[in-house]
């Protein structure tokens, strides 16, 4: 009894001077005396400014992330003329062009609130023409396309050039119109969406076979092996287009929501939000930007990005790091879905809870409600029993956990960095062998069932 009345008595005590402490710094900070106004009063004002700048940024991002191009147009566009594939040769670009049809079977999607009532309405009767690159011109004009952005002459007819964004992979739809039309779904990962296939549509790969100091039909090889839902982000650093068995080495396009809170991402731990977002937007979609990164020199590991110069990338008209602070926010506002009713067993999956943080150990490295370490989040290949290719292409030679809100939004595809899992029995049952957990059939469903139910 006397012995915790001390502790409590000196833990008091080490409170209230702390806030002496913080009472004397803010009196000082400001020239109203505190005993007056009250430091109360002083920290209203100033939370009220951080909701205020914090609601700024996130809308600032959130129009970053869906409408800003960066100034990549002139790759996208002028370099890789894929503006002239999409209008096609009968409006004055190149080959058939890309009917809506064609778009929507390549995954693209088509944001319905662009969309005026009376197209909509059209839409629904089945009087759009849905073969026609005419079509898709209007839906660019509309900015209706997600995640590209048509650059139109004076007239408004002509397609001069194209961009894309961070929603081209990053957005879905909610198909509330139609299979591919309805309303935007940030930071869901669009699996439908074959990369490969639409950079494939280019006239004029030329660009990308010099960088890669490549034939251009390697480049159209490389591009057809990724299929759906993948892109290989580091192939323009180490010109890896394959892993060692012969499988493309192109990674699943992952989820951009459920990210607060988490220290490092991508699927090789390569950075922060910030650090990702400069990356992709310089390196990857071809934005005009700064960018640094000395880690790109290693010539060995990176013998791509290490000759184009990619550690050190200057740009007088920077488009890009003013946008970094509103990405950020953006991302970090962005929650996991939470499941549909329905589509899981409460009850296994109250179950699969239990299993999750106690017998199978998941939580030791997925630690809810993070999902991932808080920390250093990274393990090798061996430690989670896959081989170390992919981690090998980063500079930290290590895969990152996961965080796992928001799996049930991102099923197709399979798992894992390149989807090698098909679905979540097959993870479970791998980390059951790896681990020797000794889990039962019962027990792994239960946990599958509780990995569909995370979200929020
Ligand atoms: C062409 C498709 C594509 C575009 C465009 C794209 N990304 Fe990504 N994004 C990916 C892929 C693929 C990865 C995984 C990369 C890896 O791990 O190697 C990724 C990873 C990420 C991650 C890490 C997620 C995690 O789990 O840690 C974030 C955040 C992200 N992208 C944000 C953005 C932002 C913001 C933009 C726009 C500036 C953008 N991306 C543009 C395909 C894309
Ligand atoms: C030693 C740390 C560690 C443990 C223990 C662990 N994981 Fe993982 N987990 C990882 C890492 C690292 C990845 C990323 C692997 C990759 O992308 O190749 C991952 C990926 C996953 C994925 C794939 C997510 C996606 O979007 O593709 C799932 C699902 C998953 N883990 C579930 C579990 C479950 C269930 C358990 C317990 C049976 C578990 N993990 C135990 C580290 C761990």
Not at 68 to 89: M, P, R, V
Not at 111 to 138: E, H, I, M, Y
Not at 309 to 316: I, K, P, S
Request: hydrophobic letters at 40%; aromatic letters at 8%.
């Amino acid at each position: 009894m006397v012995p915790r009345l001390i502790t409590r008595f000196l833990s008091n005590w080490r409170q209230a001077l702390a806030v002496a402490v913080i009472v004397g710094t803010l009196g000082a900070a400001v020239s109203v005396p505190v005993a007056q106004a009250g430091h109360r009063g002083q920290a209203d004002l100033r939370d009220r400014m951080s909701d205020e700048q914090a609601q700024q940024l996130i809308e600032e991002g959130r129009d970053t992330f869906r409408y800003d191009t960066f100034g990549d147009e002139t790759f996208w566009g002028d370099t890789l003329k894929l503006h002239q594939a999409i209008e096609g040769a009968d409006l004055g670009g190149v080959g058939t062009g890309v009917s809506p049809k064609t778009a929507l079977s390549v995954g693209l999607k088509v944001d319905s609130g662009a969309l005026p009532q009376q197209l909509v309405q059209d839409l629904q009767k089945g009087r759009v023409n849905l073969d026609s690159p005419a079509t898709t011109l209007a839906l660019l004009k509309l900015d209706a396309v997600v995640g590209l952005t048509g650059f139109f002459d004076a007239s408004g007819t002509h397609l001069q050039s194209i961009g894309i964004q961070c929603a081209l992979c990053h957005s879905t739809v909610d198909d509330s119109l139609a299979p591919g039309i309805g309303h935007r779904l940030d930071g869901y990962a669009n699996r439908d969406l074959n990369v490969g296939a639409i950079i494939n549509l280019s006239p004029d790969l030329s660009a990308v076979a010099t960088l890669l100091a490549v034939p251009e039909t390697t480049v159209r090889t490389v591009l057809t092996s990724w299929g759906p839902g993948k892109f290989d982000a580091e192939l323009f650093l180490d010109g890896k287009a394959f892993q060692p068995d012969g499988r493309s080495a192109a990674t699943l396009i992952p989820a951009a929501y459920g990210l607060a809170g988490v220290n490092l991402h991508t699927y090789t731990g390569w950075g922060s939000v910030p650090y990702w977002n400069a990356f992709v937007a310089n390196l990857e979609m071809h934005g005009k930007g700064n960018f640094f990164d000395p880690r790109l020199k290693n010539a060995t590991q990176f013998p791509v990005a290490a000759r184009a110069g990619f550690d050190n990338v200057r740009n007088a008209d920077d488009r890009i790091t003013p946008k970094l602070a509103g990405l950020h926010f953006y991302q970090l506002s962005l929650q996991a879905p939470a499941p549909p009713a329905g589509s899981f067993d409460p009850a296994a999956a109250a179950r699969g809870d239990a299993l999750f943080s106690g017998k199978a150990r998941c939580a030791t490295c997925h630690t809810d409600p993070l999902y991932t370490e808080p920390g250093w989040n990274m393990h090798t290949g061996a430690e989670i029993g896959i081989d170390n290719f992919q981690a090998d292409r980063a500079p930290d030679h290590a895969y990152r956990t996961t965080p796992l809100k928001g799996l049930w939004a991102h099923q197709t595809g399979g798992f894992y960095h390149d989807g090698r899992f098909a679905t979540l029995s097959q993870v479970v049952a791998h980390y059951n062998s790896h681990f020797s957990l000794g889990l039962s059939a019962q027990e792994s469903s239960d946990i599958v069932e509780y990995l569909k139910s995370l979200g929020g």
